[in-house]
C-alpha cells in the first residue's frame, strides 16, 4: 500500500481525529487497550528485515488471532468509529495516535506525533510480541529485534501504569436516584424487616436510596491515571493480590534493568521524559517521516498547552457523559 500523502488537509484531519479520540477514549473509558493496541501493531517490528512495526497490520485478521492479542478486536472496533469519520488517515497512523492520546488524556507525558504511516496487508507469524512467562534474555530478544535499548524496554514497560493489576485508579461514586432506577428493573420484598422496626413504607423506600453508593447499584466513574506507580510496586515486594510476572522480575532482577526501575520509581519527571523518547521511537520502528510531516507538527510548547486541554476536556467528557446516562436511564 502506498504511503498517505502528508499535506494540510491530512494534517487538519489528524487534528480532528485527535480530538475524536480524546472524547472516545474519555467517554468509553478504554486508554488502557488503545495503549495496548498501539504497542502490539509496533512492536512486531523486526529490524533486519524490516517487517512489520507500525503499519495497522493489525487489523488484518490473521494477526488479531494471535494469542497475544486477544481482547484487542474491542480496540479495533472503537478505531474503526474514528476511522469512519476520518478515512484519509490511514489505519497505522490512527493506532499509533490512539496510542499517544490514551498516554495523554491520562495525564501522562506529551509524545511527539509525526503522521504519514502506510498501511500494509501483510502480517508477521505469531511470536514477536513478548511472551510474559519469560525472562530477561528473553525481553531483551525481543526488544533488541525492534533496534530498542535497555533503558527503553524498562521506560515502556512503564506503560504498564495503565494496567488495573498495576495501578490504583480514582473512584468516584455518586450520590444519585440509580438505586431506584435499578430496583424497577425487579424489586426484592423488604417489608417485612422494616415494620419490625416500625418504619413506614416511605421511610422504607428513601432509606433503601443509600444503596445507590453501593457500587452493586451504582455506575462510578472510573479514572486511570498514568503515573509511575508501577516501578514503585515493583520495588514494594510481594503485595498481597498482586501477580508478578517473569517478565516484571526481569526488570528488578537484570542488572542493566534495575538502576532505571529505581530511577524512575523516585524520579516521575524521568520517567515522563524517556517514556516519551521511548514510545515515540516505538511508533516509528521503520517509519522515517517526511520532512514536510514533522515540520509541520505543532511546536513543543503548543503541544503541552494542547495537551493540558485535553486532559480537562477528556475530565469535562467523563463527568458529562456520566450525567448524560444517568439522565437517559431517569
Ligand atoms: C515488556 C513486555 C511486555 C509484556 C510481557 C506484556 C504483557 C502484558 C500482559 C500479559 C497483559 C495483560 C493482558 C490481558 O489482560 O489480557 C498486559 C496488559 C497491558 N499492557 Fe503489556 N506487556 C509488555 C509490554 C507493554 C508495553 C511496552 C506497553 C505500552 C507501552 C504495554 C501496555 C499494556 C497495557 C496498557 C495493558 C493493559 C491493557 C488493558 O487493560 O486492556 N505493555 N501486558
Redesign the pocket.
Known amino acids: 500500500m502506498a504511503f498517505p500523502v502528508v499535506d494540510a488537509d491530512y494534517l487538519k484531519e489528524i487534528d480532528k481525529a485527535r480530538r475524536d479520540l480524546r472524547a472516545l477514549i474519555a467517554y468509553k473509558n478504554c486508554a ?2 488503545m ?2 493496541l498501539a ?1 502490539h501493531d509496533a512492536g512486531t517490528y523486526d529490524k533486519s528485515t524490516k517487517t512489520g512495526g507500525p503499519n495497522g497490520s493489525i487489523r488484518n485478521d490473521e494477526e488479531l488471532a494471535h494469542g497475544a492479542n ?2 484487542l478486536k474491542i480496540a479495533l472496533s472503537f478505531c474503526e468509529e474514528v476511522k469512519a469519520k476520518r478515512p484519509k488517515i490511514t489505519y497505522a497512523d490512527l493506532f499509533q495516535l490512539a496510542g499517544v492520546v490514551a498516554v495523554e488524556v491520562t495525564g501522562g507525558p506529551t509524545i511527539d506525533f509525526v503522521p504519514g504511516r502506510k498501511d500494509s496487508k501483510v502480517s508477521p507469524k505469531e511470536g514477536r510480541l ?3 512467562k519469560q525472562g530477561s534474555p528473553h ?1 531483551k530478544d525481543v526488544f533488541y529485534r525492534m533496534g530498542l535499548s535497555d533503558k527503553e ?1 524498562v521506560a ?2 512503564g ?2 501504569t ?3 493489576t498495576w495501578t490504583f485508579p480514582v473512584i468516584i461514586i455518586l450520590f444519585t436516584a440509580d438505586y431506584f432506577r435499578e430496583l424497577l428493573k425487579g424489586s426484592p420484598h423488604l417489608k417485612d424487616v422494616f415494620y419490625r422496626m416500625g418504619l413506614s413504607d416511605k421511610e422504607i423506600v428513601a432509606l433503601s436510596g443509600g444503596h445507590t453508593l453501593d457500587l452493586t447499584w451504582t455506575f462510578p466513574v472510573i479514572i486511570i491515571l498514568f503515573t509511575a506507580d508501577y516501578f514503585r510496586e515493583l520495588l514494594k515486594g510481594e503485595t498481597e493480590g498482586l501477580l508478578k ?1 517473569p ?1 516484571d522480575n526481569a526488570l528488578l532482577d537484570d542488572p542493566a534493568f534495575r538502576p532505571f526501575v529505581e530511577l524512575y520509581a523516585k524520579d516521575e519527571d524521568a520517567f515522563f521524559k524517556d517514556y516519551a523518547a521511548a ?1 515515540k521511537r516505538l511508533s516509528e520502528l521503520g517509519f522515517t517521516p517526511a520532512s514536510s510531516a514533522s515540520k509541520a507538527t505543532a511546536k513543543d510548547g503548543t503541544v503541552l498547552a494542547q495537551s493540558a486541554v485535553g486532559v480537562i476536556v477528556a475530565a469535562a467528557v467523563v463527568i458529562l457523559s456520566y450525567l448524560y446516562e444517568v439522565r437517559k436511564r431517569g
Open positions: 488502557p487497550i495503549l495496548r504497542w486477544s481482547g513478548p511472551d510474559a525481553l524496554i515502556l514497560s506503560g504498564h495503565l494496567d488495573l510476572l517478565t514510545h
